[in-house]
């Protein structure tokens, strides 16, 4: 079972970048990297997927190495809106998809 | 594109009463789509996975006789939660994945409050 890894929680400030940093290093060859973010009492929102080097979007971008064991959400410029829960998600070994939750990373956004 | 619609949003119940929660999605078929029940502060745990036209798959320790799934149709996939009790009260949460493409990610819809009184 292909297991992630990420802070528990992350403080920034309107207007900075803001890196979190998930590690999953048995991701399997074919498999991709989906982040989803999640406000209180609603459903997941679908971010970014990426397999390799660098996809970028109009909200985020994915950074990932060429091990391709770790991957880094970008989210550039925050404001307090993009408080919530960060999910990286990587397939189960032999599922091709992902849809088993680790415990993600809260952001808080001060003003 | 790639919408999930769930409802209902909100529900309120006495104790004993069976519930029952729909997911679609509008504008993709889905082949798969994934149930989810979520406490606070908590990770979304996957409860079981409904197949269209072929019985869920449930996770280890989800009661299959609490938890009523029925996939009949490639955008609609129903959660009936039976004689509910005070303990079901969660956020229920569905989602879809476009079976088109191999790396097609998942789409959730917005939840549903379950509340048992």
């Known amino acids: 079972l292909a297991k992630t890894t990420q802070p528990i929680s992350m403080d920034s400030y309107e207007g900075q970048e803001v890196n979190i940093t998930c590690s999953h290093n048995?991701?399997?060859?074919?498999?991709?990297i989906t982040w989803y973010q999640q406000f209180p009492s609603q459903g997941p929102r679908f971010i970014i997927q990426g397999y390799k080097t660098k996809v970028t979007n109009e909200v985020a971008s994915l950074f990932i190495p060429a091990d391709r064991k770790s991957s880094t959400l970008s989210l550039p410029r925050v404001s307090l809106s993009d408080t919530a829960v960060y999910y990286c998600?990587?397939?189960?070994?032999?599922?091709?998809?992902?849809?088993?939750f680790g415990k993600g990373t809260r952001l808080l956004v001060k003003p | 594109g790639a919408v999930v619609s769930q409802h209902p949003s909100w529900v309120i119940c006495k104790s004993g009463t069976s519930v029952k929660i729909e997911c679609r999605s509008l504008?993709?078929?889905?082949?798969?789509m994934f149930w989810y029940r979520q406490f606070p502060k908590q990770s979304l745990m996957l409860m079981a996975t409904s197949n269209e036209g072929s019985k869920a798959t449930y996770e280890q320790g989800v009661e299959k006789d609490k938890f009523l799934i029925n996939h009949a149709s490639l955008t609609l996939s129903t959660l009936t939660v039976t004689s509910a009790h005070p303990e079901d009260s969660s956020f229920y949460i569905c989602?879809?994945?476009?079976?088109?493409?191999?790396?097609?990610?998942?789409?959730f819809g917005d939840g549903t409050r379950l509340s048992i009184l």
């Open positions: 504008d993709f078929q889905a082949t798969t």
């Open positions: 048995n991701i399997a060859t074919n498999d991709y």
């Open positions: 989602s879809a994945r476009d079976q088109r493409g191999a790396h097609q990610p998942q789409h």
């Open positions: 998600l990587v397939p189960p070994e032999g599922q091709g998809f992902s849809f088993i």
